[in-house]
Structure formats: C-alpha cells, structure tokens
C-alpha cells in the first residue's frame, strides 16, 4: 500500500536522470541511506527542490510497489551553504558524502549527527582538522577504530614511544611486529596519542584540540590511507585530484 511519509534527512548527493528528473541520495536517522526522485527538478520553476547538503524534513510519497520515493515538500533546517564556500569545503564534505554511502554499520542516527555536525562546523573553515574528525569518528562507528593502547593482533601492549604499523589481514594499525606491509603505512607516537585521545572526547573538544599544521595534514593523510586499506576501496574523491589542489600535499 502506498504511503506518505515523513523523513528527517540530509542530501547527500544528487543526479541528474532522464531529462527533466533528479535522484537525490539522503542520509536519514531512521531509514539510512536511501533514494528520492524530485520529478520536473529539471525544467519547472515551481517544482519543489532540494540542494546538495540540504537538512529538512521531507515529506515524502512512496510508492511501495514499485519501491520508490518521490519528494512531495520540504521544511528546511539548514541548507549548509558554506559546504560549497571554497575547495577546502568542497573537499571535506564531498570526502564525508562519499563515506556516507559506504557505511555498513545497522544504526544510523549516530552517523547523521556525525555528518550533519561535522557541515556545520565548515563555518570555522578548519578543513584539515574536520574532514580527520569525521574520519576517525566514522571509524569508529563502524567498528574498525582500535584502541591505540594494545596491539589489536597479538594483543600486546603498546610502549610510549612506539611507532605503529599495519596488518593487512586484520585491517588494522599494529605493532612494528605484526606490521606486514612493512612500514608501508606508519603512525608515530603523537598521531596516535592525538587519534585515540581525540577519538574520546566530544566532537566540539576534540576540534579544540592544538597541533601544528604540519601534523594536521600528516594526520589527515595517514586516516585517508588508512580508511582506504581497512575498506578495500579507493575513494573518489581521492582520485579527482582536488585534495592536493586543495591542500598542497603533493608538495
């Protein structure tokens, strides 16, 4: 039976289909991930829309036997305008959206909250230490961020001054012993204690937290490897070549 229905939700992406059509991917609290047609985005000017990163409660007709949803009205929260404000904005949300879609986990609400905080941090424009934030927050939800104190392979504790490596069997940082790519991926003493205090702490203090910006953007790269080998993926927004545009870390 068809139904209309009400979704908190958040647009993650949007697409262009047929010629005058649009499908919007949301994130909702309730459902997860899921797909919204906006029929006549494309052409009429009195169509109802919504924009990329746009945070509303839809109001929504779905039609359950042929299992789509098409958007009947919107009552925005925010439509996050400074996530397209500048590359570095551009960036972190694109990199957040992407890893949005590729998440596993079965509760969704802890992720909204996550990816809807995180956009409206962009008004700081601190992009480095937000797009680390939410990656090592992402982890975490998804249940692959150890505990940086003990070695997740052989169980042995770490010392203070340790650097780690990488299993690739496991997924996971390790000690130099258990590390089997052979230091291809290496996290030194301050990054992990800035990973594992930082992933401990709210969002908000955990923005706070002062590194220089050298160790930002190593930090920032080491947890784009790292989520990239514990996933199996090479992310899109990885290959666009808008990071080192963005960020210089060709340089």
Do not use: W
Request: charged share 20%.
């Amino acid at each position: 039976m068809d139904r209309n229905e009400k979704l908190l939700s958040v647009v993650v992406k949007t697409t262009r289909i047929k010629e005058n059509d649009r499908l919007l991917t949301l994130l909702s609290p309730d459902i997860g991930v899921y797909n919204l047609t906006v029929y006549g985005a494309q052409k009429s000017k009195k169509c109802v829309k919504a924009s990329l990163y746009t945070e509303a409660v839809f109001s929504v007709y779905h039609n359950k036997e042929r299992a789509v949803r098409s958007l009947v009205d919107l009552e925005v929260i925010s439509i996050h305008e400074q996530a397209s404000s500048s590359l570095g904005a551009i960036f972190t949300s694109s990199l957040m959206s992407e890893l949005v879609m590729l998440y596993k986990g079965e509760t969704f609400l802890p992720l909204y909250e996550l990816f809807t905080s995180c956009l409206d941090e962009l008004d700081d424009e601190n992009y480095v230490t937000i797009a680390t934030q939410f990656m090592i927050r992402y982890m975490k939800l998804s249940g692959l961020l150890p505990d940086f104190i003990y070695c997740p392979v052989c169980g042995r504790a770490y010392d203070r001054e340790e650097t780690l490596g990488y299993n690739s069997s496991f997924s996971v940082p390790c000690c130099s012993n258990c590390d089997n790519i052979y230091s291809g991926l290496i996290l030194p003493k301050n990054a992990r204690a800035y990973i594992r205090d930082s992933a401990n702490a709210p969002l908000s203090k955990a923005l706070e937290f002062v590194i220089s910006p050298m160790q930002a953007s190593r930090i920032m790269r080491y947890m784009l490897r790292y989520i990239g080998l514990s996933l199996g993926v090479e992310l899109k927004v990885m290959k666009s070549g808008l990071i080192d545009a963005t960020f210089n870390f060709g340089n």
